[in-house]
């Protein structure tokens, strides 16, 4: 009788602890993560121009940014005066799949009010609206933005270039993916003015 | 444990809950797959209801009649362009409106062809078309017309020159699937 | 001994089976994922909604065809894969829009969406039963990706619980052609 009132309370001390333990340790893991996010370095490597950058999904390189009057690479200036902002760039899709989701590449950081929202992607090669990336071919592309009428032209863009992860299995499909999309370098590109063209 | 005497009533009590416990399963599928099933039903084209030459059947809030179905040119390559004229009487405006319409033309053998787009110049050859628009199925279902008004819809097919002498059209509806319609061709 | 099997043994046999299960048990994307459908070159295989069969693999460096009126040339970093083939709706109507080169290293390429307005492209127009289509395939890929690649042919991109075929493409195929022109293709 006295053994088994002995061992019920071993077990529930020891239930107890248990849990008391697993609660710490898991608060500890919580308010370590958050201080860490915290502490995290606000500034970003600095991406030079010219130079490739490994991003995961892609590779890319930023080449020029520059004032325009096209609003597309072979077009003739826009009649109205429409001024756009042109960047160059070389995207390498780095993933197993044909892929259309350069959109997400790179942001504009801080955010330009001038700058109309969706910006154009340009496959250079065919001077045609970009419509997928083949994996392993390097293309430059230029995205090009229509600029509000009246607005102030920019002297600097600040890109912000994002990458993903690959994952073989992920959480709800079990299926391969790119995930956890953030931002890992910044660049600084100066906007040369608008070229006269006759 | 196994030694200890089980009482009378226990035992009944467990044979009871085993017995029930298929019972359960059973009704616990049939609650997760209810849904789907009915879904798959009322998918599915299973119970033809054959309509003679030039009598109308009802079906989804309508009654339907099929008006004519032609060869209306051969193109060089072997397929034939063949154009479908129906004529909805509406009754029920709101069974009517659901969408999508399904209207093919189906061979004996069970292959089906779904309506195309047809050129203005394939489709005008015909001189009581001319200058006409008359809408396709989907449209006309998609118009919401009010109970009783009549309606000509007007669809066009590639197919074959082989098999446009023996086609028949099938028309389907969701609002009355399983059952579904196929006109027998005057003629 | 087996109190101590008891307590160290069998949580540590009950993790590796979770884990093995964990690792090898196929995921729902693979269980509701594509039926394959395997064939070769010059076979022609019936699927659920279309029957295809592939006769022939070109390469290129350059492409040319003509598009609303006009001449368009298309070049590329990699090389041009072209793949003749034949496509007929098996039973209904259809469209076959998911045509992938799929490389001997597992890099899949869908069909090239550089060539619209290009003539007799398979993919783009819907299929009518008893009416094949004959034409031709278009693949942009790195020059490493062309040897013993596959051609995965389906409905859509990403077929579930529908036939995808997937015909085996020579390991070896000659040197590219600098400049095919798609209107002069030998398409039968």
Not at chain 3, 29 to 48: Q, S, V, Y
């Amino acid at each position: 009788m006295i053994v088994s009132w002995l061992a019920g309370l071993r077990q529930a001390v020891s239930s107890k602890l248990t849990i008391g333990i697993g609660g710490l340790l898991a608060l500890a893991i919580t308010s370590g993560q958050s201080l860490l996010e915290a502490l995290e370095p606000p500034t970003l490597p600095v991406l030079a121009a010219g130079a490739s950058l490994d991003a995961g999904r892609w590779r890319i390189a930023l080449h020029e940014a520059s004032l325009t009057t096209q609003s597309r690479p072979d077009g003739p200036p826009a009649p109205d005066g429409t001024q756009f902002l042109a960047l160059d760039l070389d995207i390498v899709n780095r993933s197993s799949e044909t892929d259309n989701t350069f959109a997400r590449i790179f942001i504009v950081d801080p955010s330009i009010d001038a700058l109309q929202p969706n910006p154009i992607f340009w496959l250079m090669r065919d001077k045609a609206i970009l419509s997928a990336l083949q994996p392993g071919l390097r293309e430059r592309v230029r995205v090009i933005w229509r600029l509000a009428p009246g607005a102030k032209v920019p002297e600097r863009l600040r890109l912000v270039v994002n990458g993903e992860t690959f994952k073989p299995r992920d959480n709800l499909f079990a299926a391969p993916g790119w995930f956890n999309r953030k931002p890992i370098a910044a660049a600084s590109l100066p906007v040369a003015a608008a070229e006269m063209r006759p | 444990m196994s030694e200890v005497a089980v009482s009378h009533g226990a035992a009944r009590m467990r044979r009871l809950s085993l017995w029930t416990l298929p019972v359960v399963l059973a009704l616990g599928l049939f609650l997760q797959s209810y849904e789907n099933a009915w879904e798959w039903w009322r998918s599915r084209e299973l119970f033809a209801r054959e309509v003679p030459a030039s009598a109308a059947a009802s079906l989804g809030g309508a009654e339907w009649k099929l008006t004519g179905l032609r060869r209306v040119a051969e193109r060089s390559d072997g397929r034939a362009v063949m154009l479908l004229d129906m004529e909805a009487v509406v009754r029920d405006p709101e069974a009517f409106a659901l969408l999508p319409c399904r209207l093919v033309l189906e061979a004996p053998d069970g292959r089906r062809w779904s309506p195309q787009f047809l050129t203005p110049s394939e489709v005008n050859r015909l001189p009581e078309r001319r200058g006409l628009t008359i809408p396709t199925c989907t449209q006309a279902l998609a118009s919401k017309p009010a109970a009783g008004a009549t309606l000509r819809i007007g669809e066009g097919f590639v197919l074959p020159a082989g098999t446009a002498g023996e086609v028949r059209p099938v028309l389907s509806l969701p609002a009355e699937r399983p059952r579904y319609l196929r006109f027998q061709v005057p003629g | 001994m087996s109190g101590v099997f008891a307590k160290l043994g069998a949580p540590l046999i009950a993790a590796l089976l979770l884990a093995g299960m964990q690792r090898f048990t196929p995921g729902y994307a693979e269980i509701t994922g594509p039926i394959p459908l395997k064939g070769d070159l010059g076979e022609t295989l019936t699927g659920r909604g279309f029957t295809v069969r592939a006769d022939k693999v070109l390469l290129a460096e350059k492409l040319r065809f003509k598009a609303y009126g006009r001449e368009v040339e298309r070049d590329t970093g990699g090389v041009f894969a072209l793949v003749i083939a034949r496509l007929d709706a098996q039973p209904v109507s259809t469209t076959v829009s998911g045509a992938i080169w799929r490389s001997a290293q597992g890099a899949r390429f869908v069909a090239s969406p550089r060539f619209q307005g290009a003539p007799r492209l398979l993919g783009t127009d819907r299929l009518e039963p008893g009416l094949p289509q004959r034409g031709v395939f278009i693949f942009e890929v790195p020059r490493e990706a062309v040897a013993g690649a596959t051609l995965l042919v389906a409905a859509s991109r990403w077929p579930r619980l529908d036939t995808q075929a997937e015909i085996a493409l020579p390991a070896t195929l000659g040197t590219p052609a600098s400049l095919l022109d798609l209107n002069e293709l030998a398409y039968e």
